[in-house]
């Protein structure tokens, strides 16, 4: 099934996945808004995606919140 930004609260809530499969599931998210953007995406796109990440990194940072802030903290 494809997930995106907008299955992020269904995707912390699961019970079944281990806290693994759920971080390496939002960062797949998160590589694939990344590889959709090419040289020709404007800087709103641009900017959309960071903030779209940022919101993916924050949801990591409530399962680790080291591995979250680590990401965090690279993108600023």
């Known amino acids: 099934m494809e997930y ?7 995707i ?4 079944s996945w281990s806290d693994k499969k ?3 599931t939002l960062l797949f ?3 694939t808004l ?5 040289k020709d995406s404007s ?3 641009r900017q959309t995606t960071k ?4 919101k993916l990194y924050k949801a990591i940072s409530k399962i ?13």
């Not at 912390?12 to 019970?15: A, C, E, G, I, T």
């Open 4 to 10: 995106s930004v907008e299955d992020i609260d269904k």
């Open 12 to 15: 912390l809530n699961f019970k």
């Open 22 to 24: 759920k971080i390496d």
């Open 29 to 31: 998210i998160d590589c």
């Open 34 to 38: 990344y590889t959709n953007m090419g």
């Open 43 to 45: 800087q709103t796109e």
């Open 51 to 54: 903030s779209k990440s940022k």
């Open 64 to 76: 680790d919140q080291s591995v979250g802030r680590l990401i965090l903290k690279s993108i600023d």
